[in-house]
């Protein structure tokens, strides 16, 4: 359930898990209306009457060009080249992309700068599990597509015997500018409020560090959104999940405020991809068919 929204990082190893994200210069491409490459699902081809509603500037380009931040495994990541982005974002996208007749560009960029793309028109769209909520409605249109909630992940026995609903005093992380960020900084402010030591809030500007600062032992905890922990603890086998995965909400897709019609086309492709099986087998490629949804729909 990411995000609230910045800056890409590079990428190491920790704990055999390995991590990987790009500056914000780096472009890849994918096609979604063609072959299918690597981390994409193929669609059932061409919704010609889809097609024919794409708006023309995005017709006449053949491709949307998409702000997404690739440090998100497996939402949103670098392939094993360093510089193709797939994940289940970007499955679920190229399937949408390919009943629209369109290919996908992916441009890497710092999380909270991609809303801003949007606006600016640097991005067509921006696709990188964001959470929708009303402050970002205001901004721009949210089509959604997916449900996720908040899950902790600590190391395999939790050793350091760290409780949800008590965790003052201990050191735990989660990425820059997204719902879990704030989730600690309330949870720390209880701490103090009630005279207890305040949570140690280790927050980065990539996931991948802060998976791999719990991987490695300098937090004892950390909070991602549901795909993104559980993927971390079946990548690395060193982490568990720790409680139930709570406040669940949609992903949406980040579209202009002034391109509803577009928005309501994206909708439209996506229940193509649901009638054609290729939603779930996008989801299917990254075992997160959990959150599958198919009440699509422009600012639910």
Request: hydrophobic residues 40%.
């Amino acid at each position: 359930m990411r995000r609230m929204p910045l800056i890409a990082v590079t990428g190491f190893i920790a704990a055999g898990l390995t991590l990987s994200a790009c500056g914000s210069d780096s472009l890849s491409s994918s096609p979604g209306g063609g072959s299918t490459p690597t981390g994409t699902a193929a669609g059932g081809g061409v919704d010609q009457a889809l097609a024919a509603k794409v708006p023309a500037a995005i017709k006449s380009a053949g491709k949307i060009v998409v702000g997404t931040d690739p440090t998100y495994a497996p939402n949103e990541m670098l392939g094993s080249d360093g510089k193709t982005v797939e994940g289940f974002d970007v499955s679920v996208f190229n399937a949408v992309a390919a009943k629209l007749g369109l290919k996908t560009e992916y441009v890497p960029a710092g999380f909270g700068t991609i809303i801003l793309g949007v606006t600016s028109g640097k991005y067509d769209v921006g696709v990188s599990s964001f959470t929708i909520n009303p402050e970002r409605k205001k901004q721009v249109n949210m089509v959604s597509y997916y449900s996720a909630g908040t899950q902790w992940v600590v190391a395999k026995g939790n050793p350091e015997k760290v409780s949800i609903d008590d965790a003052c005093g201990k050191s735990i992380g989660a990425q820059k500018d997204t719902v879990q960020a704030e989730d600690l900084a309330a949870r720390s402010k209880k701490c103090t409020d009630a005279g207890k030591p305040g949570i140690t809030q280790v927050i980065q500007t990539g996931q991948d560090q802060v998976t791999a600062d719990v991987a490695s032992g300098k937090t004892v905890a950390m909070l991602a959104d549901s795909p993104v922990g559980l993927y971390a603890v079946k990548q690395t086998g060193t982490l568990e999940a720790l409680g139930e995965i709570y406040d669940s909400a949609p992903y949406g897709y980040v579209v202009p405020k002034d391109q509803t019609d577009f928005a309501n086309l994206l909708v439209e492709a996506l229940k193509a991809t649901k009638a054609d099986g290729s939603y779930e087998a996008a989801l299917k490629q990254y075992s997160v068919e959990a959150g599958a949804i198919d009440t699509f729909a422009v600012n639910p």
